[in-house]
């Protein structure tokens, strides 16, 4: 079956852009996750969607991150007013259940602020 | 400071050879320590996952061992192949109900013909 999309797979945007990154999980998984991986670093939790619950969005490294789960599927990260520091490659993983459960990656998209 | 360390930071080796990837943590509580293999260019694939009372894995030419006393796991690859170049990154999940994973830098494996 299809896995975990993402898109674009590469994004070139100015500083002071908004962007939105989307992110289709597997079907029937009801967890969705985002994370950022910068050059050399680890990955980097942002935010956690679960069910209908309230989302964690404790990893968001500021209030310029947003994102959004559309009836429990499709996810859109917006990340407004970009930064040279938000290049990165952000990724987005889906799972069946939560953390506990094995999370299935998209390729990732990768971003690059001017 | 990383709760998860990872070494070496990148490493060549001949193809045929075997390799030793080194995964150190300090999270607590502990549930569980994944391997994933990251394809350049691709998300991360699961590899194999133990629990506390798991020493070693294996999956193909892939065998991870798990020291949970003294918090350290590895990955071993046997007769490495060209496939085998990838970044390889140590997961662990911590034990409370939350259960969030921290994510090791990764090793970064080039197999050269």
């Known amino acids: 079956g299809a896995g975990v999309s993402q898109s674009p797979s590469n994004k070139v945007t100015e500083k002071g852009k908004d962007v939105e990154l989307r992110c289709d999980p597997i079907?029937?998984?009801?967890?969705l996750y985002w994370y950022r991986q910068s050059l050399g670093q680890g990955l980097e939790f942002l935010i956690y969607?679960?069910?209908?619950?309230?989302?964690?969005k404790s990893g968001l490294p500021s209030d310029r991150f947003s994102a959004e789960r559309t009836g429990g599927s499709v996810s859109t990260l917006t990340i407004q007013r970009t930064q040279q520091e938000d290049s990165a490659v952000y990724l987005c993983a889906s799972s069946f259940g939560g953390f506990q459960e094995t999370q299935y990656f998209g390729p990732g998209t990768r971003l690059l602020v001017l | 400071k990383n709760q998860v360390e990872q070494s070496p930071q990148s490493l060549i080796i001949l193809e045929g050879k075997n390799c030793t990837l080194q995964c150190n943590y300090t999270v607590s509580p502990f549930s569980n320590l994944r391997w994933y293999k990251q394809d350049t260019g691709r998300g991360p694939v699961s590899l194999t996952i133990?629990?506390?009372?798991?020493n070693t894995k294996s999956n193909g030419r892939y065998t991870a061992t798990l020291d949970a006393d003294t918090k350290q796991s590895s990955l071993h690859i046997t007769a490495s192949q060209l496939s085998d170049s990838a970044s390889y990154i140590c997961v662990v999940r911590r034990g409370d109900s939350w259960g969030k994973l921290q994510f090791g830098a990764g090793t970064q494996v080039v197999v050269t013909p």
């Open positions: 969607f679960q069910g209908n619950s309230a989302p964690d």
């Open positions: 079907s029937g998984h009801t967890a």
């Open positions: 133990m629990t506390f009372s798991e």
